[in-house]
């Protein structure tokens, strides 16, 4: 059992990395399908994403516009997000009791099938139980999407956040596709996109 409790209406950054630095995500599609599922369980599902896939007979699931809306209201609204080879960092609104548990756990798991899969691994993938810290403030959130967001810059991985296509920086400076969004910060982050852009 976790020992604490996730409380709804408050804002959390989540993050976890793989066993021993363990790259888990080797290709785009890897990222991509990853994110899909970020957005396929933010909405209560009866079945499993693979499961969903097949049954809607979806070969590429990299685009987060293949998900069908129901009439469910989400368990968690995603603020922001970053995926990097090792690790991801998220933050996540809870809107319903165990949300943010629940959610979790389905992606960390949907995920981890799909790569031993698709490797022929066995075993477990992440690093134990996600961690997660309360963002108590405005200021705090700003400066903490900034700092994920800048997390493949300081990596090395790429000169301009811009130019990371897995994280939500490119819908904050309002380069994303309207049917390719999947955060929702609008009604607790009021800053423009190019203010946005300047300040990170």
């Known amino acids: 059992m976790r020992r604490e409790k996730f409380v709804n209406g408050n804002v959390y950054h989540i993050f976890n990395r793989s066993i021993a630095g363990y790259r888990i995500f080797n290709y785009p599609d890897d990222f991509k399908r990853f994110i899909t599922s970020i957005k396929y369980y933010q909405i209560p599902r009866k079945i499993s994403f693979s499961a969903y896939l097949k049954v809607n007979?979806?070969?590429?699931?990299?685009?987060?516009?293949?998900?069908?809306?129901?009439?469910?209201?989400?368990?968690?609204?995603?603020?922001?997000?970053?995926?990097?080879?090792t690790h991801i960092h998220?933050?996540?609104l809870q809107m319903k009791d165990n949300g943010?548990?629940?959610?979790?756990?389905?992606?960390?798991?949907?995920?981890?099938?799909?790569?031993?899969?698709?490797?022929?691994?066995?075993?477990?993938?992440?690093?134990?139980?996600?961690k997660s810290v309360l963002v108590q403030t405005g200021e705090q959130l700003l400066h903490l999407t900034r700092y994920i967001h800048l997390n493949p810059v300081t990596a090395y991985i790429v000169d301009k956040p811009e130019l990371w296509e897995f994280s939500s920086y490119k819908e904050f400076i309002g380069?994303?596709?309207?049917?390719?969004?999947i955060c929702n910060f609008d009604r607790i982050l009021d800053i423009k996109p190019e203010s946005y852009r300047k300040f990170v």
Do not use: D
Request: with cysteine; aromatic share 8%.
């Open 90 to 92: 998220l933050i996540l």
């Open 57 to 85: 007979k979806i070969k590429n699931p990299g685009t987060p516009s293949i998900i069908k809306s129901t009439q469910e209201e989400p368990i968690v609204e995603i603020i922001g997000f970053c995926l990097m080879p």
């Open 175 to 181: 380069e994303r596709k309207i049917e390719e969004k």
């Open 100 to 130: 943010i548990s629940t959610f979790m756990n389905n992606i960390l798991n949907s995920y981890t099938r799909y790569l031993n899969l698709k490797i022929k691994r066995k075993g477990p993938l992440w690093e134990g139980r996600f």
